[in-house]
């Protein structure tokens, strides 16, 4: 104990350095929009890089249902690639798909996210969308060169254009931070025709999703107080609180139509 | 020594920051203090001190805890520096500024600076992307301001 006390009066600048220096660093982080961007960076690279190793225990216990699903998958994407070769004209943004595992996954919080195992050197970039087979997961956020952040859908900054399917009458879908399975869609007018169990789909205003990925089905509806708009509360098809295999989805001419329409809002 | 602290606070953040040289440069004038700070009080009560003074110019200057951090390196590695530029000798007494030779001077007060200005450009950078720029500013920003204390030093001090 002696030694102790001994080695901290002896090492006290060091001491009182480290501690104030690690201060200023995390005033610093805290301080612009800039230099969190730039932490929350590094913080992903290294959260991950100690992710991966626990998570590839869980891969080799989990293979017998990883593989069921990656049938199921296999299923559907045959499927949709048949009914698209009968609609083709129907699709006309090219959409480019990747294949990721995801290596960590919040639910539990207000503002989640999650990690995957592809970064830039597989082509992600920010603002790319994320689905797995049953419906859409999230918004890629930032990406390092092997890793990548994705906005959860449970993230309350996260809102994504959808629409019913049955009638095409658009709002914007958003979570409350409350129920994990279940998102809530706005701004939908009271003029639609609506019924329990309808099934909810992205609405394509966006770069980020193509039209018509499935999210979920209407669960209950009632008409906000004072205005002509639903509040509808939608379950989701995907398990977030179980996510194995996703895809990153790029829309090739983001980047393109999103400065023209830049262009037009100044 | 109080009054030193606050001035220097507020001529640098009111006055030396306006002050661009060739568009990008600017003379810390501030780190005066962290230089002329005594050396025969505690190490420990400095490395608090040059932090609080930091800290006081980012409140000013709404920049985070960069010149914070800075401030703190260039104050713990000050004994080193004073070590390797006046001799062993100036561990156990004051070191008088008054006194030093000019080319003296310039070197220790060149070596306090450059720490100070590495770590600030490094902070406020946060990346290792642009190290050249960090580089070209410590060395460039930290002429300019060693020159220029020292011809404060020269100016005010050691005439007494």
Known sequence: ????????????????????????????SKSSAYHREIFSKWSTGLGSWMHQSSSALGHYLNLAKDNQRLSEENELLLTELLQKKQTDDNQLIPYKVGVARVLRNSFMLEYNYLTINIGENHGIRPEMGVVSAKGIVGVVRHTTSRYAQVMSVLNKDLQVNAKLQKSNHFGSLKWTGENPK?????????????????????????????????????????????TNFYEINV?????????????????????????LQNLSNE | MFALFAGLVLAQSLLFDRLLIAQQYVPYISLLFIVLYPTDLRQTMFLVVAFLYGLSIDLLSVSGGIHAGA???????????????F????????????????????????????????????????????????????????????????????????KK
């Open chain 1, 182 to 226: 279940e998102l809530k869609l706005d701004d939908v007018p009271n003029t639609a025709p609506i019924k329990v169990g309808d099934t909810v789909i992205t609405g394509g205003m966006s770069t980020i999703f193509p039209a018509g990925i499935p999210i979920g089905i209407v669960q209950n509806y009632s008409q906000k107080p004072l």
């Open chain 1, 1 to 28: 104990m002696q030694q102790l006390i001994n080695a901290i009066i002896k090492f006290r600048n060091v001491l009182v350095f480290s501690v104030l220096f690690l201060f200023s660093l995390l005033l610093t």
């Open chain 2, 87 to 158: 001799g062993i000798s100036s561990d156990y007494s004051a070191v008088k500024f008054s006194k030093i030779p000019l080319v003296q001077w310039f070197i220790y007060c060149l070596l306090v600076v450059m720490t100070h200005h590495l770590v600030l450009f490094g902070l406020s950078d946060f990346s290792m992307n642009r190290w050249v720029w960090v580089l070209q500013q410590t060395i460039l920003n930290g002429l300019l301001t060693a020159v220029v204390i020292s011809v404060f030093m020269f100016l005010f001090v050691s």
């Open chain 2, 71 to 85: 401030c703190l390196s260039a104050a713990f590695l000050r004994p080193v520096v004073l070590r390797s530029v």
């Open chain 1, 235 to 259: 379950a989701m098809f995907q398990d977030m609180t179980n996510l194995g295999v996703i895809y990153v989805i790029e829309n090739p001419d983001r980047i393109e139509i999103n400065s």
